[in-house]
């Protein structure tokens, strides 16, 4: 039987006492919501939540009104939900394993994936693993399963290994964001939930209609499906992964879009290729470029140059850049690439760090108008 400190106030107080702690300890959580206020007689007993400083408010309230901390046990209310993970597992992990839950994950859809690398070198990690799994689907109520991150993204098709840990097995997932819905299969392709504000902020640039637009690594359509929602415009979107255009297809048919997207499996590099219908098709006549493969996106400047207008293209290039000063490294980088292709940066519109990538590099925006150099 364990006991837990209760507030005893006499009823007729007990208004003015909660009145009062609202005053003083204006946001912190005060009751212990896992349990029910119990009446006996003429008192009230108030369940207090376990990580309170109990001399520090008895301390406050002191000689204002009658009241006494006491260690009862607590009437568990039924049916008590969890509000957080660390609620959750507070009783099922011990203090040391308790500190180490992660404090954020990812959520696809109703899956989520969630690093726990922490775990990896105590007793008994799988079922550790399990147990936090098990605990963020109770808390999410909109959670099936749950995957561990067991790598980090690499290769071609930019994919990451994945564990699965608990719920349905299940990687393939509907996503909602920006009023836009994606099919995705977290196992053969890349989405990521983190670049949600990024993909807004260029959705809602000064897009014209009719526009010609190039989404060169299109993934399932993250960008191009939220640009076409929102834009009466021509875009042409590209992936080399086989399984991205066949998401991205079924993507284009679940959105209702203003604007026209037309999706096409092929290493991009091909648009070098004089010979290639598409080529020929995009070859100095595209408005505008999206380039998110931040890892390799100045590998593939001479296909923005031979695609983009030459009187001006406006260009959305993302990189991973080393950190200090990573803003302006990319930026140099992208100006040298642009050089050495006969082209150069016309104006900035907006560049600025994405996200922080690892400790010593970040990602990197750059929102840029281009053009060809002396207008050859
Ligand atoms: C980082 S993901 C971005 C996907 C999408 N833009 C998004 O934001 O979700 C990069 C994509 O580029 C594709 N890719 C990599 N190299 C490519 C190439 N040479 N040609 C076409 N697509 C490529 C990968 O298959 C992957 O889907």
Known sequence: MIKIPHIKVKKVNAQGLIKLIKKHFKNKSIFNKKYEVIEKE???YFPLNPHLNIKKLALKLKEQIPF????????????????SLEEELENKLPDELL??????????GDIVIVELDQYNSINYPKIVKKKIANAIIKVNKNIKSVYEKQSKITGTYRLRK???LAGIKKPQTIHKENHCVFKIDLEKVFFSPRLNHERKRISLRNIKKNELIVDLFAGVGAFSIIIAKNHDVNIYAFDINPFAIK?????IKLNNLKGKII???MNVKNLLNSKDKVSDLLKNNVDRVVMNLPE???DHIDVVCHIS???????????FSEKPNSVKKAIDKLQTELHKNRWRLDSIKHAKVVKSYSPKSDMIVIDALIIKSNNE
């Open 42 to 44: 003429e008192n009230l």
């Open 247 to 251: 998401l991205l297809e079924k993507n």
């Open 68 to 83: 006494k901390i006491i260690f009862i046990e607590g009437k568990k209310r039924l049916n008590y939900k969890a509000q």
């Open 309 to 319: 207008k030459k009187t001006g293209c406006i260009l959305h290039n993302y990189q």
């Open 296 to 298: 390799k996106s100045l």
């Open 99 to 108: 500190e180490l839950i992660p404090q954020s994950y990812d959520i696809i």
């Open 162 to 164: 994945l564990k699965y």
């Open 263 to 265: 999706p096409i499996k």
